[in-house]
């Protein structure tokens, strides 16, 4: 089945605590991407990756770091989180750049005290 | 500046009770329009593309049709299970255009 998975889907933590959360595709896109998700906000673009080794910043990037090692795997990385990183965190995947036929995964609702 | 901006914020239907969405964009040329429906606790969920004026898709109960200015999402004779909010994107034709999200319409059908 084709998919998107992001773990941890439910994480609490403090502030200043070093986090990651995983995003792995099994559908050999090119394309991948992080959004966070806020009440009135909509979805807004952490980061996104064209292939391997090719990440660039999207419209919020600040605090967050992305690396793509691999192509199924696009980690997003809390260096040293803070309470307005608290969010609704969705990792997507598309077979290239130009199409926006994302595919999206379950969500990772983060709380950061 | 790209903008997409979707109306209304949230609709409450009676099950049956025909009606519209609408997605107002503003892009410097347009490579495609998205529907997405995201339902509670979930990621979005693709629907479909529209790529120029003039173009119409449907799946279901579901109609969309785009023209140059704004697009519109047709719910015909809705069932409570059509509830979720409908999240409209673009994309403009430059190169390095990114997908840019309308804050959604939560639509509610009442059994």
């Known amino acids: 089945e084709a998919q998107v998975t992001q773990n941890p889907r439910y994480l609490i933590t403090v502030t200043g605590k070093k986090l990651t959360v995983t995003c792995s595709q099994n559908m050999n896109h090119e394309y991948m ?18 292939n391997v080794e090719v990440t660039d910043k999207g419209d919020v990037p600040e605090g967050y770091k992305v690396s793509r ?12 989180p803070s309470p307005n990183q608290t969010s609704l965190y969705f990792c997507a995947s598309s ?15 983060l709380t950061v005290l | 500046e790209d903008q997409v901006t979707q109306s209304p914020e949230a609709l409450r239907l009676q099950e049956g009770e025909s009606s519209s969405l609408n ?5 410097s040329g347009l490579r495609g329009l998205f529907w997405y429906r995201q339902d509670p ?11 120029s004026a003039g173009e119409e898709k449907e ?3 579901l109609k969309a049709t785009l023209t140059k ?9 809705p069932k409570p299970e059509d509830s979720a909010t409908y999240l409209c994107a673009v994309q403009g034709a430059r190169r390095d255009d990114k997908i ?3 804050k959604g319409t939560r639509l509610h059908i009442l059994p």
């Open chain 1, 33 to 50: 991407s992080w959004y966070r998700q806020d009440p009135g906000l909509g979805l807004r673009q952490i980061y996104y990756s064209m």
């Open chain 2, 100 to 102: 840019i999200f309308g």
């Open chain 2, 59 to 61: 799946k279901e109960r």
């Open chain 2, 41 to 51: 606790g979930k990621g979005p969920e693709f629907l479909f593309t529209l790529y």
């Open chain 1, 69 to 80: 090692k691999e192509k199924r795997n696009f980690p997003l990385i809390l260096e040293s």
């Open chain 2, 69 to 77: 200015k704004e697009s519109f999402l047709h719910i015909t004779a």
């Open chain 2, 23 to 27: 997605c107002s964009y503003t892009v």
């Open chain 1, 95 to 109: 077979q290239s750049r130009v199409t926006g036929e994302l595919f999206f995964g379950e969500g990772s609702r």
